[in-house]
């Protein structure tokens, strides 16, 4: 791991599928470090399986446009069914400061069979218990198994949630 400017360590995503991807014109994009980062990503194969993951169902880019926007966005079909994109974008000055947008989520619908959205936006399974949210600061809380990831624009981390009768109660912000 290199640190990047912001003094964060920058981790290289790496997908199983990359030798596929030669059509994608993200292959030979310039590596952007990401605004988004907290350091907890899970990034190997093995931390999502561990996390009840599939990571062929991980997809991560980080795209620089020619207006001097970059876009980030992680998209992940969770072993539910339920699928979240989440898409940040960062507009980079000439005055080495980043404009960095709160990340947008977007849940994709039909939702799989057995889950609604309650009045708030928020995913239920088929017991009325949460197992999805949308944060508001743009990152999405979900229910893996028995534990809970958030996920950004760079990806999944895994979330502290204080779980009662009716799901997710509350959520802890990981910070160093």
């Known amino acids: 791991a290199t640190i990047t400017n912001n003094g964060f360590p920058q981790l290289e995503l790496f997908d199983s599928g990359a ?3 030669k059509a994608d014109s993200t292959s030979h994009a310039i590596k952007l470090s990401s605004k988004y980062e907290t350091g907890g990503e899970l990034t190997s ?3 999502l399986k561990q996390a009840g993951l599939d990571p062929k169902n991980v997809k991560h880019t980080n795209v ?3 207006d001097g926007w970059s876009e980030e966005k992680s998209t992940v079909k969770y072993p539910s069914g339920i699928e979240v994109t989440v898409t940040g974008r960062t507009k980079h000055t000439d005055h080495n400061t980043d404009v960095v947008m709160d990340p947008e989520a977007t849940i994709k619908e039909p939702l ?8 708030d936006g928020a995913i239920l399974d088929a ?6 949210e949308i944060n508001e600061d743009g990152t999405v809380t979900i229910k893996v198994g028995k534990e809970w990831v958030t996920q950004s624009p760079a ?9 009662h009768g009716h799901g997710m109660a509350g959520r802890l912000k990981l910070k160093d």
């Open 64 to 66: 620089k446009e020619a």
């Open 127 to 132: 017991n009325n218990k949460k197992v999805a």
């Open 45 to 47: 194969d093995r931390e």
């Open 19 to 21: 030798t596929m991807m």
């Open 155 to 163: 990806g999944v981390t895994e979330a502290v949630v204080f779980d």
């Open 112 to 119: 799989p069979k057995g889950f609604h959205k309650d009045k």
